[in-house]
């Protein structure tokens, strides 16, 4: 159980100085990890004996051991609140910059390549994405529907990925964004485009690294942040470069293919038309 769940469990048993400690925690949870024992008493305005009192109850060896379950939930994704500072968009920035530099400085030009050539080439490209991934898979989906046709995405509302799957093939390819906090059978999902024979690409952060040997190109990409949730602007900055590099190999059909949207666009009235454009 998490923290927070055992002091929900606990806290009408708790003493009231215990209860304190509780409060704290549960109003600093995403600063667990940096805390120390005499700094969580004294925010807590208790002694460190009832602070290690409280962790025993709660389960807990010691404090060493709440820090480390609190760094386990913060990687798996779970959001955690973090005490608030004149320096938070500074720090966020410097976050931002640092998931930016390990990207492209993991992500090499082959490998980029090679993903795009599978979908650029693919008789057609299956995105997949879930939960937080979803967004995602949507945006991309808008860039690679004006490089070519044959993008579908899954799953819509309502929908299940059966019927998607079933007719793929080795003629085919699947975009998998599969970024933390994905669901239970993400993996099977994985597994099963796979087994259609279809060219697969895995997106994702680090914790999808386990399924990377399931795909045939794994892209890795951060999605921490400062505060209490995830963020995908590096996530957002590889699909743009993705989708660049797709019509780039796609060629002159795509550029064709964008000019005839533009007109489609045009006569229907659908894109707003800037002064002098």
Same mark, same amino acid.
């Given at each position: ?10 806290y ?13 925690? /549960? ?6 990890? &940096?805390?120390n024992a $005499?700094?969580?008493? #004294?925010? +807590? =305005? @208790?002694?460190? !004996? ?7 109850? /709660? ?6 051991? &709440?820090k480390?379950? $609190?760094r386990?939930? #913060?990687? +798996? =994704? @779970?959001?955690? !609140? ?7 968009l /500074?720090?966020h920035a ?7 530099g ?8 082959a490998?980029?390549g090679?993903?795009a ?10 995105l997949?994405?879930f939960?937080?991934s979803f967004?995602?898979?949507l945006?991309l ?8 046709d044959?993008i579908?995405?899954?799953p819509q509302?309502?929908?299940?990925l059966?019927?998607e ?18 669901p239970?059978?993400?993996a099977?999902v ?7 024979g ?12 386990r ?11 951060p ?8 963020s995908?602007?590096a996530?957002?900055?590889l699909?743009?470069?993705f989708?660049?590099e ?6 002159r ?8 949207i ?6 229907l009235h ?8």
């Amino acid at each position: 159980m998490r923290i927070d769940e055992r002091i929900e469990q606990h806290y009408a048993a708790l003493g009231p100085q215990e209860q304190l400690v509780a409060d704290t925690i /549960l109003n600093h949870m995403g600063d667990l990890a &940096v805390y120390n024992a $005499a700094e969580l008493a #004294r925010l +807590s =305005g @208790v002694s460190k !004996a009832t602070v290690s009192r409280l962790f025993r109850r /709660l389960g807990f060896a010691d404090f060493h051991e &709440v820090k480390e379950h $609190a760094r386990a939930l #913060r990687s +798996s =994704g @779970v959001p955690l !609140a973090t005490r608030g500072s004149e320096d938070d968009l /500074l720090a966020h920035a410097a976050q931002e910059q640092e998931n930016l530099g390990r990207l492209f400085g993991s992500v090499d030009k082959a490998r980029l390549g090679h993903a795009a050539r599978l979908v650029a080439e693919a008789r057609s490209a299956l995105l997949i994405g879930f939960r937080n991934s979803f967004p995602l898979a949507l945006h991309l989906r808008q860039q690679l529907l004006q490089c070519r046709d044959g993008i579908g995405l899954a799953p819509q509302p309502g929908q299940t990925l059966g019927e998607e799957l079933a007719g793929l093939g080795p003629a085919d390819a699947v975009v998998l964004l599969g970024f933390r906090r994905r669901p239970e059978a993400f993996a099977s999902v994985l597994k099963a485009a796979a087994g259609t024979g279809a060219s697969t690409v895995l997106m994702g952060d680090a914790s999808a690294r386990r399924l990377a040997a399931h795909a045939t190109v794994w892209i890795e990409c951060p999605v921490e942040s400062s505060g209490a949730f995830d963020s995908y602007a590096a996530a957002m900055s590889l699909l743009s470069v993705f989708a660049n590099e797709v019509l780039a190999t796609v060629g002159r059909l795509g550029t064709k293919r964008i000019s005839d949207i533009s007109a489609l666009f045009d006569s229907l009235h659908e894109i707003e038309r800037l002064p002098n454009h």
